[in-house]
């Protein structure tokens, strides 16, 4: 049955495409039922917004089947059909009955009327404000597009034949737009005034959140903010304007500096900008103003955001020299700081530079020379030395001087062959004691140290004089160089020799004049004079000698006494009168060492900062 029906439906289209629109009957004589088409009438008027119900009715023969078409297309089946109207104009319902012999078509003629003409112009009101380069859309509506014919003008001149017109303002001003439509017989026109703001004339809008930050690099700050999303112009960049002079403004914002130029990359990135405070320039400490302003493809430039002031970190770097015991600069010496990782090298002047520091922080140094940079080749290197904690209020300069591993004489086990143990028991800044509290080590202002010998021969024939005299010589030849010189004048000594009194304990004794007049122990001060006594108890010339020789190793900065007689040390508490080859081996390599070291460190330097090995 189905196939049948599909088969009817394919006739009846043909019949009616071939502009038929008669139904197509065939009726056999011996049947004589007949269907009832509701309704009757073959036209029905309708409106858009009604609908009708038709149907067909047979009691006689119920068993019949429907097939209903629309404007020549399939649409339904059974014995009813409710027709809602899609459009204006007219329209074709054609019902196809099926009787199991035979098939009848029947049409109906629907036809909903046109309105009458009607136009709508958008938008209503006659005066429009716009803004330079805002598009704006004219449009009309008639509820006959069909057959509507558009005439759109500008200032008079042919402008488009839409029914949409899309009018851009190209600069300040005003412009007449007019449309005029027709259709069924009849004509309808709108005129619209617009004014043109001209771009000039508005502001920009601001960039808006803005935001200025320390990063975790020290002396690093970063800018960012939000693009602006709208405006007429295409955004072409950003600029962040910086100023030291207070908040900037529209009036002042050509005074201030602009930082960076960032260009404009669409509405949705996250502007952010880092940079070194250092390398722009900024003023550490200082309160500095950031803003943002947005300027557009026409060089127009947003208002400067009001902004909080912003302090720029302060940072530091600490630079010096690593120098060797001759004030030789030692280049690519090693620089450390272990607790920031920082490691510099020196370049061929000495000269290192190591940072950044935040403000807060306290910086311990370390320099270390591996002791052969094909200049100075020191066979076994040199001691690695602290710097004292340097801040970022105090001195931003620190100069090294590396002391060479020397070591010192393995007979004399309590130093274990480590020199600068050594150094610092003989110079008394080993343990702090309580008239000697740190570990600096103070030593003579000026060297060559001034002498002033005068002549006195014992009672017993002692030249005190020559002796002295002696004893001056083999230092200055022993050092290689003259730390002591003799002078007549006994005012501009830095050392009195003292002769002629008695004493039943010692042969000799060094006592610290100035500053302190006798009542701090040598090297608790800078010395600025001392007095030599050698005493009458002194029998021998060579003994007078080896004494001056002695009490001249305290004025030369040895202030103890040795730990061991029997290495050779003259500094021992009671030096041996038994030496081979007197005066040669008079005075020990070590003390050599120690004596030369003394005078070529920085005065009062932490002798604490030097690692004992
Ligand atoms: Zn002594």
């Known amino acids: 049955m189905l196939q049948r029906v599909a088969l009817l439906l394919c006739l009846a289209c043909l019949a009616c495409l071939s502009g038929c629109n008669e139904p197509i009957t065939t009726e056999p004589e011996d049947f004589l039922s007949s269907p009832e088409f509701v309704p009757a009438e073959q036209n029905v008027i309708l409106t858009l917004d009604q609908y009708q119900d038709f149907k067909i009715l047979d009691p006689a023969w119920p068993d019949f089947e429907v097939a209903w078409s629309r404007s020549a297309f399939p649409n339904s089946i059974g014995p009813r059909y409710r027709y809602f109207p899609a459009t204006y104009g007219p ?89 005029q439509v027709t259709f069924a017989g009849e004509v309808f026109a709108k005129q619209w005034q617009i004014e043109i703001t001209p771009l000039a004339e508005i502001d920009l809008p601001e960039v808006t959140n803005i935001q200025v930050n320390r990063t975790y690099l020290f002396g690093e700050i970063q800018v960012s903010w939000d693009p602006i999303e709208s405006w007429y112009v295409p955004i072409a960049e950003y600029r962040i304007l910086v100023s030291l002079d207070g908040p900037i403004t529209q009036e002042n914002r050509n005074l ?15 502007y952010m900008v880092t940079f070194s405070a250092e390398e722009e320039q900024l003023t550490p400490e200082a309160l500095t103003w950031f803003t943002v302003v947005g300027v557009d493809e026409r060089g127009s430039t947003s208002p400067p955001p009001d902004t909080l002031p912003f302090q720029i970190p302060y940072y530091w770097y600490i630079e010096g020299r690593v120098l060797n015991l001759e004030g030789e600069p030692l280049d690519q010496a090693e620089v450390d700081d272990s607790f920031s990782h920082y490691q510099v090298l020196t370049d061929h002047e000495g000269n290192y530079r190591i940072g950044p520091y935040p403000d ?40 090294f001087v590396l002391i060479p591993r020397f070591g010192c004489d393995p007979g004399c086990d309590v130093y274990a062959g480590d020199f600068i143990f050594y150094l610092r028991k003989m110079t008394s800044t080993w343990v702090p004691q309580d008239d000697r509290p740190n570990h600096n080590l103070y030593k003579w202002d000026s060297y060559p140290l001034k002498i002033y010998i005068p002549d006195y021969t014992s009672s017993t024939g002692i030249d005190f004089g020559e002796a002295t005299r002696q004893a001056v010589q083999i230092w200055n030849n022993k050092l290689g160089e003259n730390f002591l010189v003799l002078t007549s004048e006994e005012s501009q000594a830095q050392i009195l020799m003292e002769f002629g009194q008695d004493s039943t304990q010692l042969f000799g004794l060094v006592v610290l004049c100035e500053p302190g007049g006798g009542l701090y122990p040598l090297g608790s001060m800078i010395p600025e004079k001392i007095q030599i006594f050698l005493f009458n108890s002194i029998t021998t010339q060579e003994n007078a000698e080896v004494t001056a020789l002695h009490e001249l190793g305290h004025a030369l900065g040895l202030c103890a006494h040795a730990a061991c007689h029997d290495v050779g040390y003259l500094m021992y508490v009671a030096p041996s009168m038994f030496l081979e080859n007197w005066p040669e081996n008079a005075v020990h390599i070590d003390e050599l060492n120690a004596v030369r070291t003394i005078r070529s460190l920085p005065q009062g330097v932490d002798l604490s900062n030097y690692i004992s090995e």
């Not at 003629?109 to 805002?134: A, H, K, M």
């Open 360 to 399: 807060s922080r306290s910086v311990i140094l370390s320099a270390s020379f591996s002791g052969d940079n094909g200049k100075f080749v020191v066979p076994n290197g040199f001691h690695d030395t602290l710097s004292p904690p340097l801040t970022s209020d105090g001195d931003h300069r620190f100069d």
């Open 256 to 270: 201030a500096i602009v930082l960076e130029t960032v260009p404009h990359e669409g509405e949705n990135p996250n």
């Open 91 to 179: 329209d074709t319902l054609l019902a196809t009955v099926v009787y199991p012999d035979r098939s009848i078509e029947h049409p109906w003629i629907i036809n909903v009327p046109y309105p009458d003409p009607e136009v709508r112009f958008i938008p209503p009101d006659s005066t429009i404000q716009t803004v330079e380069t805002l598009p704006l859309t004219l449009r009309a509506r008639t509820n006959r597009p069909d057959i509507s014919q558009y005439v759109w003008t500008r200032n008079g001149e042919a402008a488009g034949q839409d029914s949409t017109y899309v009018y851009q303002a190209l600069e300040g001003g005003s412009d007449v737009i007019h449309c």
